[in-house]
T-cell receptor, first 109, second 113 residues
Framework: AQRVTQPEKLLSVFKGAPVELKCNYSYSGSPELFWYVQYSRQRLQLLLRHISRESIKGFTADLNKGETSFHLKKPFAQEEDSAMYYCALSGGATNKLIFGTGTLLAVQP | NAGVTQTPKFQVLKTGQSMTLQCAQDMNHNSMYWYRQDPGMGLRLIYYSASEGTTDKGEVPNGYNVSRLNKREFSLRLESAAPSQTSVYFC????????????FGQGTRLTVV
């Protein structure tokens, strides 16, 4: 069964501090993993995907198959990073896409 | 480009009433999804359609039905609304190619009283 776990509902940091949003998954095959972000009053949008191995807005995420994790990191948080962040998992022929419960990142000035 | 369009944006229903949420995408995507978003629960998958002509239950399908009318449109129906269905509903679409991005509608805020 597919499952995504985000253990933190809220993460509050000061501007300039490092950020790590945790995501663990459960999936028997080869997972497709994503981070989506929802800024206030905006639609959900893709932040990054594991296959790209890229940095977007200073964020990176590494897939660790041994620990079944896909944590999102940023070395120096900015106030404009404040948003709801969702980890998502897809896989298989049905193209099913599920999300975690989300982590609200609040960056204090 | 319109992307994913949902209607209506807001709706208030009385318990027991029925309604259909509409969703249309203009990106020629094969797969479409309906989610509900509740505080502390994140985004939960209600139903999805991998391709035109197929629909599958997601994590929380009870109380809902869907119709994949054609490749563009995927509607969500509440036959007899309950207060527990008060939520924000999101439609999304996505290509069937691996590792592709899902595009979301702006959401429908539904209140059942």
């Amino acid at each position: 069964a597919q499952r995504v776990t985000q253990p933190e509902k809220l993460l509050s940091v000061f501007k300039g501090a490092p950020v790590e949003l945790k995501c663990n998954y459960s999936y028997s095959g080869s997972p497709e993993l994503f981070w989506y972000v929802q800024y206030s009053r905006q639609r959900l949008q893709l932040l990054l995907r594991h296959i790209s191995r890229e940095s977007i807005k200073g964020f990176t995420a590494d897939l660790n198959k041994g620990e079944t994790s896909f944590h999102l990191k940023k070395p120096f948080a900015q106030e404009e990073d404040s948003a709801m962040y969702y980890c998502a998992l897809s896989g298989g022929a049905t193209n099913k896409l599920i999300f975690g419960t989300g982590t609200l990142l609040a960056v204090q000035p | 480009n319109a992307g994913v369009t949902q209607t209506p944006k807001f709706q208030v229903l009385k318990t027991g009433q029925s309604m259909t949420l509409q969703c249309a995408q203009d990106m020629n995507h094969n797969s479409m999804y309906w989610y509900r978003q509740d505080p502390g629960m994140g985004l939960r998958l209600i139903y999805y359609s991998a391709s035109e002509g197929t629909t599958d239950k997601g994590e929380v399908p009870n109380g809902y039905n869907v119709s994949r009318l054609n490749k563009r449109e995927f509607s969500l129906r509440l036959e007899s609304a309950a207060p527990s269905q008060t939520s924000v509903y999101f439609c999304a679409s996505r290509s069937k190619r691996a590792n592709t991005e899902a595009f979301f509608g702006q959401g429908t805020r539904l209140t059942v009283v």
